[in-house]
């Protein structure tokens, strides 16, 4: 039934974002559906929410592993969620052509991506694509900085290029930049930081900017050879994971090897870009 999904993107099985707590569900309920339907236990995959809520349902006493599959990559006891590097390759394909258009009318051109609370898609985006600047909500940043880093681009006669992730606070500011509502799970809608930032770059530097919201670009489209490999091995390994009777844990890659964390190793922290990350792309900057 999932032979020859590989080069496929996307929730495949139709799946929803329902929270199984909500609306007449809970452990009972889905376990008399597995009952029902002869399922003997449940592999969940996703990030953070989905593993979240795997691990109430095992703390119930229902039989499920985990396979860490989102693009933040903010997953703790991973180094790497499927899904990041493909979300990374089209935000770095989509702020390539930006460059060019930049380059040829001498604009500064600011690139929004995704990240609520992490700057991993930013982060690698930004050094894979020669940024000028990189905005992520781990780091803190003022508009004068930025501005400087746009001025000092210009006059080594850049096109200068700012890469910029949706949950990113400028100094001064308390949230992130909101204007939407919230989402089904009460989360403010991010998104059009850049915009934000467009017209006061333009004013603080006398460069003509402009924003470019890459939004659900990212988490569309086939997957890269690398998240296809990963992904097939952590399948595997999930596999092994219900033969072996390992509930409650996740199947996990620590470097090049796949190996088996617990739920709560996994959901301890977000896994957030550290200072030294940071500090590697910021010597690029400007």
Same mark, same amino acid.
Request: contains cysteine; proline residues 2%; hydrophobic residues 45%.
């Given at each position: 039934m999932v032979r020859g999904i590989a080069k496929q993107g996307g929730t495949i099985l139709g799946t929803s974002r329902t929270n199984p707590f909500e609306n007449n569900g809970g452990p009972e309920v889905i376990k008399a559906h597995m009952d029902r339907l002869g399922i003997d236990a449940l592999i969940a995959i996703g990030g953070e929410?989905?593993?979240?809520?795997?691990?109430?349902?095992?703390?119930?006493? !229902?039989?499920?592993?985990?396979?860490?599959?989102?693009?933040?990559?903010?997953?703790?006891?991973?180094?790497?969620?499927?899904?990041?590097?493909?979300?990374?390759? *089209?935000?770095?394909?989509?702020?390539?052509? !930006?460059?060019?258009?930049?380059?040829?009318?001498?604009?500064?051109?600011?690139?929004?991506?995704?990240?609520?609370?992490?700057?991993?898609?930013?982060?690698?985006?930004g050094m894979a694509s020669g940024a000028h600047a990189i905005l992520i909500p781990e780091q803190k940043a003022s508009m004068e900085q930025i501005a400087e880093w746009v001025v000092s681009a210009r006059d080594r006669g850049r096109a200068p290029l700012v890469v910029v992730a949706e949950g990113f606070v400028p100094d001064g500011q308390e949230t992130p930049h909101s204007e939407r509502g919230l989402d089904t799970f009460g989360r403010p809608r991010l998104g059009g930081i850049s915009e934000r930032l467009a017209p006061e770059l333009e004013a603080m530097t006398g460069i003509e900017t402009r924003a470019t919201v890459l939004g659900h670009i990212?988490?569309?489209?086939?997957?890269?050879?690398?998240?296809?490999?990963?992904?097939?091995?952590?399948?595997?390994?999930? *596999?092994?994971?219900?033969?072996?009777?390992?509930?409650?844990?996740?199947?996990?890659?620590?470097?090049t090897d796949i190996v088996h964390v617990g739920f709560d190793a996994a !959901?301890?922290?977000?896994?957030?870009v550290p200072q030294y990350r940071y500090d590697e792309a910021a010597v690029l900057f400007g």
């Open positions: 929410g989905t593993l979240a809520a795997a691990k109430r349902l095992t703390d119930a006493g !229902l039989k499920i592993v985990g396979v860490p599959k989102t693009v933040d990559n903010d997953l703790d006891a991973t180094d790497y969620t499927f899904g990041f590097d493909t979300a990374v390759e *089209i935000a770095t394909e989509a702020i390539d052509r !930006l460059r060019t258009t930049g380059e040829s009318h001498h604009r500064c051109m600011i690139a929004e991506v995704m990240g609520r609370h992490v700057g991993w898609i930013a982060l690698h985006a990212q988490r569309g489209g086939v997957p890269t050879a690398f998240d296809r490999v990963l992904a097939t091995r952590l399948g595997m390994a999930a *596999i092994d994971s219900v033969v072996e009777e390992r509930w409650g844990t996740m199947v996990s890659l620590n470097g !959901l301890g922290n977000l896994k957030t």
